[in-house]
Every structure is written in C-alpha cells, then in structure tokens.
C-alpha cells in the first residue's frame, strides 16, 4: 500500500486529520514539521528566524524525500503548507504516494490558526492578507500534485475521516 500525503495551506487540518486517518488505518504517523523539529532539534519558528524561509526549505525538502524513500510500508504524511513548493517535492510525493489536497477558506484557515502562536508566516498585523497572498501562489502546485481533493468545509474530522477512506476505498 502506498504512503498518504497530506497537502493544504496552514489550518487546513492536515496535522489533526493525518493523525487520525493513521489511527484508523493502523499506519505509521509522521508530520513533516515535527520531523523537522526532532531532527533539528529546533522549534520550526527559530529555524525561520536564524535560517530563513530557505534554509527551512531545505530541510522540508530534504525530510520529505527521506521519508518518501525510506517507508516501504503505510503511511500517512501531513506535510506543512508550503512543502509544495519545490518541484522536486512535488514529484516525489506525486509519484510514490497517494496526494489528498485538503481544501479550506481563508476565513477557515483564520478561525483555526488564531489562537496558535507557532506558524512564523503568520506572526504578522494582518495574517488574513498573508494568507490570500499565500493561496493565490500556491493553489496551483496544490492542484498539480494532489490525486484527491478534499473540501473541509464545516465538516468535523471524524466525517472528513470516513469520507476520505470512501475515497480510497479502503
Ligand atoms: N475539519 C475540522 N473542523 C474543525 N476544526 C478543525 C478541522 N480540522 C482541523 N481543525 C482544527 O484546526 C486547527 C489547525 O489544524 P491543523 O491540523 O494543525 O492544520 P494544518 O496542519 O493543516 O495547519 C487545530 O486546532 C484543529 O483542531
Ligand atoms: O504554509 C507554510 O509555509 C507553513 C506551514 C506550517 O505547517 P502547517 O501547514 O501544518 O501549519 C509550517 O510548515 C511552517 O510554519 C510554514
Ligand atoms: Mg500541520
């Protein structure tokens, strides 16, 4: 069985759902921004401040293909939001796993990032502006990379869950 990756922007819910859907399925779990943080040894917004936004990349980049090499068995990835952005990252996850593009508003994607304080992008006056700024680049890539779309709406995780595994028909 291939892996599953998650792809959306930030309050997308693909941290909360890809932990579940792994549970569900009885898959190993792996976030892309804890892995990074692990094996950095790094909070993600201290490797945006002393590294910048590339050397995140980098690293993003770097896991994420690990990751797809080195689990032959199920998974399920929730990536970060802009892991999509390297063409490289894209192939990869396009070719060797299953790609879910989970959909959201931007009045969504605000609703669920409010109140966390640890997505450096969004540390700013106006994150709703950031965010529209942000989906207009890279709905493109979600769309190019993803084999599955998946619109959150109002749905709760356990409906997204069971509509998801439909979708695969597992
Ligand atoms: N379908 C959903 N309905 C309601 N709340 C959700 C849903 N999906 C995620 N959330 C909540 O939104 C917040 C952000 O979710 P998260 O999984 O971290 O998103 P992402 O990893 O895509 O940035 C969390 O507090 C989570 O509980
Ligand atoms: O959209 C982005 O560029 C980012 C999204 C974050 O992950 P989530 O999408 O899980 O919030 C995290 O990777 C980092 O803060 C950058
Ligand atoms: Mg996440």
Not at 114 to 126: C, E, F, G, M
Request: charged residues 30%; hydrophobic residues 40%.
């Amino acid at each position: 069985m291939k892996g599953i990756t998650l792809v959306g922007p930030m309050g997308a819910g693909k941290t909360t759902i890809g932990r579940l859907l792994s549970k569900e399925l009885d898959f190993l779990f792996i976030d892309s921004d804890r892995e990074i943080e692990s094996r950095t040894g790094a909070a993600i917004s201290w490797i945006f401040d002393v590294e910048g936004e590339v050397g995140f990349r980098d690293r993003e980049q770097a896991i994420i293909e690990d990751i797809c090499q080195t689990n032959t068995n199920g998974f399920v990835l929730a990536t970060g939001g802009g892991a999509i952005l390297r063409e490289q990252t894209r192939r990869i996850l396009s070719e060797k796993t299953t790609v879910i593009y989970l959909h959201a508003s931007v009045e969504q994607q605000i609703a669920r990032t409010a109140k966390d304080r640890h997505r450096p992008l969004l540390q700013v006056d106006n994150p709703e502006k950031v965010l529209r700024e942000l989906i207009a680049i890279r709905e493109p890539f979600y769309r190019e990379v993803a084999h599955i779309e998946v619109v959150t709406d109002e749905r709760p995780p356990r409906f997204l869950i069971q509509y998801i595994l439909e979708l695969l028909s597992l």
